[in-house]
């Protein structure tokens, strides 16, 4: 499912997908898939959006810390915590929501990140982002969740191709209480409107897609 928006008359083509990473995954995930663009770029900024009181916060340890989090959690479970998707367990680290912004000119991609202060253009990217996550989840999200955003410049090929990463994790936090955050309305709402991949593998290259 996707749309057209405009930025200062410049068409852009929002379309989105999501990859479904299992526990086990989920740091070599983050770190080869989110934290960098393999040889175009190291240390890719990310921001929280999720839980309020942690917005702002870009350490690593923060994300350790909610990954440790996670993993505690398994480990006190008595059963081994499995969610029924379309009749399959899954075991589910994190899900990324992938919005991409295609844009046909490249001298318009140009223009678009080196706009200066007066026209910031790049700006507005994260609100079509947002709403565009708002339209394929809104009815899943709630203010316990734990959810960071990237902004990345090339996929996979190398290509540029503006897109950004939305990584819900599967926790759910209130101050310090935490819990399993309950994955079946996210990829009810995704499967209703956009491709899900799911790694299944010890690579990222392992991964299906319904």
């Given at each position: 499912?996707?749309?057209?928006?405009?930025?200062?008359?410049?068409?852009?083509?929002?379309?989105?997908?999501?990859?479904?990473?299992?526990?086990?995954?989920?740091?070599?995930?983050?770190?080869?898939?989110?934290?960098?663009?393999?040889?175009?770029?190291?240390?890719?900024?990310?921001?929280?959006?999720?839980?309020?009181?942690?917005?702002?916060?870009?350490s690593l340890d923060w994300v350790d810390e909610q990954i440790a989090a996670i993993e505690q959690l398994r480990q006190s479970s008595v059963n081994p915590y499995l969610i029924h998707f379309e009749g399959r367990p899954l075991d589910i680290g994190l899900?990324?929501?992938?919005?991409?912004?295609?844009?046909?000119?490249?001298?318009?991609?140009?223009?678009?990140?080196?706009?200066?202060?007066?026209?910031?253009?790049?700006?507005?990217?994260?609100?079509?982002?947002?709403?565009?996550?708002?339209?394929?989840?809104?009815?899943?999200?709630h203010d316990q969740m734990v959810i960071f955003q990237t902004l990345h410049m090339v996929d996979a090929s190398g290509n540029l191709r503006l897109h950004f990463h939305n990584i819900v994790l599967d926790l759910r936090r209130r101050g310090d209480a935490i819990g399993f955050l309950d994955m079946n309305p996210i990829l009810n709402a995704l499967s209703k409107k956009v491709a899900i991949g799911f790694i299944a593998g010890k690579s990222q290259s392992d991964t299906e897609t319904l």
């Open positions: 499912m996707g749309k057209v928006v405009y930025l200062d008359q410049i068409p852009v083509h929002v379309t989105a997908s999501a990859v479904v990473c299992p526990i086990a995954m989920v740091s070599s995930y983050l770190n080869g898939e989110i934290f960098s663009e393999g040889s175009h770029r190291k240390d890719v900024p990310w921001w929280v959006v999720l839980p309020r009181e942690d917005v702002g916060r870009q899900v990324d929501v992938r919005v991409f912004m295609d844009i046909d000119n490249k001298s318009d991609i140009k223009r678009l990140l080196e706009s200066d202060s007066s026209r910031p253009l790049k700006n507005r990217l994260p609100e079509h982002n947002n709403l565009h996550v708002d339209m394929l989840i809104g009815s899943a999200l």
